[in-house]
């Protein structure tokens, strides 16, 4: 999976992104101290859900999409027409794409969940690699192994 490196403000959440190179330069406030300790009880399977304050930039359009993203259960996964029809347009499978692709927030705000009509792994920022363990991660119980 690589490294993770999570940014915060006093008000919330502003980014959570894979990186390669790991590097500890952190000054911590309460709202990264929450994360790191969330994002340990996903990884060690206990947490299926986070409640961390968000403090994140995007368009209106964007916000939409990320708070549908937000209500994708652990473990399920959608496809970007069905996010489309939830924001309002079912034409907008391109939109939503591209504000699935911009989410600042990875693993918190769940956009490895969303994929292609056809049940196949498509676009993700951190790698479709990384999608793919993400989601045999959140599937390990039921489905071993469903996107090999």
């Known amino acids: 999976m690589g490294g993770i490196e999570i940014c915060a403000s006093e008000k919330g959440l502003l980014s959570v992104s894979f990186i390669d190179k790991e590097e500890s330069k952190s000054k911590k406030n309460t709202i990264l101290s929450k994360c790191i300790v969330q994002l340990k009880e996903y990884f060690s399977g206990n947490r299926k859900e986070f409640d961390i304050p968000l403090d994140m930039l995007g368009t209106e359009f964007q916000k939409q999409v990320w708070c549908e993203l937000q209500n994708i ?36 705000i769940p956009c490895h969940r ?21 989601l045999n991660f959140e599937n390990n119980i039921t489905s071993p192994n469903l996107f090999n």
Do not use: C, H, Q
């Open 114 to 134: 969303v994929i292609g009509m056809s049940g196949k792994l498509v676009g993700y920022a951190g790698g479709i690699e990384r999608k793919r363990w993400l």
């Open 73 to 108: 259960p652990f473990g399920k996964t959608v496809s970007y027409l069905d996010i489309a029809k939830k924001v309002g347009d079912k034409n907008s499978t391109r939109a939503v794409g591209n504000a699935n692709g911009k989410n600042p927030v990875a693993i918190i």
